[in-house]
């Protein structure tokens, strides 16, 4: 079990991150939208008037409360004011299919759901037990795009209300009025935040307000040189997901930042938005990062205005460092964390970072390399092992999972899941994901060691590299690899690569070309898809 001081450190609720610069500074600016800004002062009374609202219908403190949304206003606005009238925020991420969104809906006991006024989404959430809000996209777009999105999707749009069960947003917010103060403590739950945990077996962590707000002070403290209330920073990550959550949203809100958001990712966009909004934080995942540095005529867009980029979610290749360096200028950092850590854990510094590590822990954060064969002992300085971790970030459990969230610690210690080593000079290196190593005729093989060395040769844009059944080694690599827009690779030409850097174990048997490799929400490879194809291919009789 957590260790019970990881989640009773003194804070103050999440949502006062933006009570307190809309009292000092209500008119700096606090959220764009395509173009369309918002004050501090507009956005914490629109927060109210929704937090208002939500007590009208009758919800209190702990009561749960789903965001099926994209990065919009609304995402923001209902976020906090869930928070401030005593409930719990359960982001829903609206890419999911039907049946997982109701599921989830169910699990957590969502009473309410925000989502769009779209058919595409109010349908995947529709006929559930929570009651609907349903917020206009176009009424957050300026003017003249607000007329051309209710034309453009005017097949779309639904007309409200359909019944007593679908809310208007606008019908939800009080227009005057604070609503009741709620006591909130620093062990209560502000966010279920459903993953895969490190069994892979869809849960929600339990992410208090402690939690929360002990890491965006962590993380703000690896910018030191962020100016309050000069930043400006760009959210291209789904806020759904709790690297963007803290890292874009929550951070931006605690310095007082201007909050860029985007509502999908789509190159154009993103490069007319880095032009006009001149962002100057970018929280990102490689294959976000490798899309930026190798677009096409990428040499002529101006990306000065970066000056920090904090890479997560997957190892960072070297060559996408430093390409991504060289093109903007700004510093990248690479750090590492989870959901069940709100997320961070650790960081590499703006200045004395070390290449190749995921950083220092954050302060307050105590990392352990445990045993893989004996998760109560600790492996001797410098050796493998499982990454384990403790801090106030770190969840108080997974809901309603007792033997689940008992079996994820070990002496109060998170277990991640994850194989690395810290070094002498404490930096923490990742080699791979205990589920991921690969059993070859004995030997365990990494699958993140063969994409690095995939990713060496210069026609590879993506590669990902999973285990596949093999009846005389037991398990063997293979390979799915993209190739860069305008470059040609062929099989035989990549194996040829591998041989002499790759050990022979480590040579994928099998390769794979693919126009486009799965990934999550938040954009990194995945490689749960890939085994997944290739265990309904072998049941089917089919090969690799």
Request: net charge neutral.
């Amino acid at each position: 079990m957590p260790a019970p001081e990881a989640n009773r450190s003194a804070c103050s609720p999440l949502h006062t991150l933006i009570d307190g610069t809309a009292a000092a500074c209500p008119d700096r600016p606090c959220l764009d939208f395509l173009g369309r800004r918002t004050s501090y002062a507009e956005v914490a009374r629109l927060v109210d008037g929704t937090a208002r609202g939500l007590q009208r219908l009758g919800l209190g403190k702990g009561e749960r409360v789903g965001l099926c949304l994209p990065n919009c206003p609304h995402f923001v606005i209902a976020f906090f004011a869930a928070l401030k009238a005593g409930c719990t925020v359960v982001p829903l991420d609206p890419l999911s299919a039907a049946p997982e969104l109701a599921q989830q809906i169910a699990d957590s006991g969502c009473r309410v759901v925000f989502t769009l006024d779209i058919a595409p989404l109010l349908s995947k959430v529709a006929g559930t037990a929570a009651r609907i809000v349903a917020c206009p996209m176009a009424d957050s777009l300026p003017k003249g795009q607000a007329l051309a999105y209710r034309f453009a999707h005017r097949h779309d749009t639904v007309p409200l209300p359909i019944d007593e069960g679908v809310l208007r947003f606008a019908d939800l917010r009080a227009d005057r009025g604070r609503p009741a103060a709620m006591a909130i403590d620093a062990a209560d739950l502000a966010v279920l935040q459903y993953t895969g945990g490190t069994t892979g077996t869809p849960k929600a962590a339990m992410l208090t307000h402690g939690n929360l707000a002990a890491n965006v002070a962590q993380v703000r403290s690896c910018f030191p040189e962020m100016a309050a209330g000069n930043e400006r920073v760009l959210a291209v990550l789904p806020l759904s997901h709790v690297f963007a959550m803290t890292v874009a949203m929550n951070l931006a809100m605690a310095c007082g930042a201007l909050l860029i958001l985007m509502p999908r990712f789509d190159m154009g966009q993103l490069l007319r938005t880095v032009a006009r909004q001149r962002p100057t934080l970018l929280p990102a995942v490689p294959t976000l990062l490798r899309a930026i540095a190798s677009a096409p005529g990428i040499d002529r867009h101006d990306l000065s205005s970066l000056k920090f980029c904090l890479s997560g979610g997957a190892p960072l290749p070297a060559e996408v460092h430093t390409a991504f360096e060289r093109l903007t200028g700004c510093k990248v950092v690479e750090g590492y964390g989870l959901t069940e850590a709100s997320p961070v854990v650790t960081c590499n510094p703006i200045a004395g970072g070390r290449a190749g590590t995921v950083g220092l822990p954050l302060p307050g954060t105590v990392i352990e390399i445990r045993s893989l064969t004996d998760p109560r002992r600790n492996t001797p300085p410098g050796q493998a092992g499982e990454v384990c971790v403790g801090g106030p970030q770190v969840m108080a459990g997974y809901w309603n999972r007792p033997e689940e969230t008992a079996e994820a610690f070990v002496d109060g210690l998170l277990r991640t899941g994850d194989v690395g080593f810290v070094g002498e000079d404490g930096h923490l290196t990742l080699i791979d994901r205990i589920k991921d190593v690969i059993l070859c005729s004995g030997y365990s093989v990494y699958p993140r060691a063969i994409e690095d060395t995939i990713h060496r040769h210069p026609a590879v844009a993506a590669a990902t590299v999973i285990g596949i059944p093999d009846a005389y080694h037991g398990e063997v690599p293979k390979a799915f690899v993209q190739v860069k827009h305008g470059h040609q690779l062929q099989a035989e030409t990549l194996a040829e690569f591998l041989r002499g850097r790759l050990s022979p174990v480590e040579l994928p048997r099998h390769i794979e070309f693919r126009t486009e490799l799965p990934k999550t929400a938040i954009g990194k490879l995945s490689r749960r898809h890939l085994r997944g194809e290739e265990t309904a291919r072998r049941a089917e009789g089919g090969g690799s």
